[in-house]
């Protein structure tokens, strides 16, 4: 059986205000923080690159990494509404960069090839590793489908060829047990002819 029961005015108002002193932790269940992963988005062309935020980041860091893992540059942004930020990089070579997105709880990592204006668009294909023994492969921005793999170890033997016909790109992880899976690079080739060698990198 219910019972009703009447709360004194004043015990309502203190409770109210210990309530309101705890309204971040409430409100941040009541209305989840997206991950940064949703929030963040990574294009780029030719040499341009843009990195854009769908929310306001009360503080990241945008840091960008060469193919060697060195650092090129490294900017702290505050925004108060979805913004786009710019980077120009031509006064960089072209090649491969990594680029890492940092709020004090959370990092996301995005790649990016630039080339020259007058170049053919190149092979966009990466590689990581996952632990000890598995790598993965991500390929992306195909015109074509098809792709040809070939896996070699570090005396230049190819130990495997496979086709991957996907018709934009594909992530797969390729596990080795009874090789040095830190010696291992891979030869990527697709349908148009562009052709790159990806050498894995830590995460």
Do not use: W
């Amino acid at each position: 059986m219910l019972s009703k029961q009447n709360i004194n005015p004043q015990k309502m108002k203190t409770l109210f205000i210990y309530l309101f002193s705890l309204g971040i932790p409430f409100l941040s269940i009541a209305n989840p923080i997206e991950p940064l992963k949703e929030l963040t988005s990574v294009r780029c062309k030719y040499k341009k690159v843009h990195v854009t935020f769908t929310a306001p980041m009360e503080k990241v860091y945008i840091t960008f990494l060469n193919a060697e893992g060195e650092q090129v540059s490294r900017t702290k942004y505050k925004t108060k509404e979805a913004v786009s930020v710019p980077f120009n990089l031509s006064n960089l070579p072209v090649g491969d960069y990594q680029i890492k997105v940092e709020t004090e709880h959370e990092t996301e990592t995005f790649n990016v090839t630039t080339f020259e204006k007058h170049e053919k668009k190149p092979l966009m294909a990466y590689g990581k590793f996952k632990d000890h023994n598995t790598i993965n492969l991500l390929v992306v921005g195909l015109e074509k489908p098809g792709v040809t793999v070939e896996i070699f170890n570090e005396f230049n033997h190819k130990l495997s060829t496979e086709f991957i016909d996907e018709p934009e790109g594909f992530s797969k992880d390729y596990t080795f047990l009874n090789q040095n899976a830190g010696k291992i690079y891979f030869h990527v080739k697709d349908r148009q002819g562009r052709h790159k060698v990806v050498h894995p990198r830590a995460k």
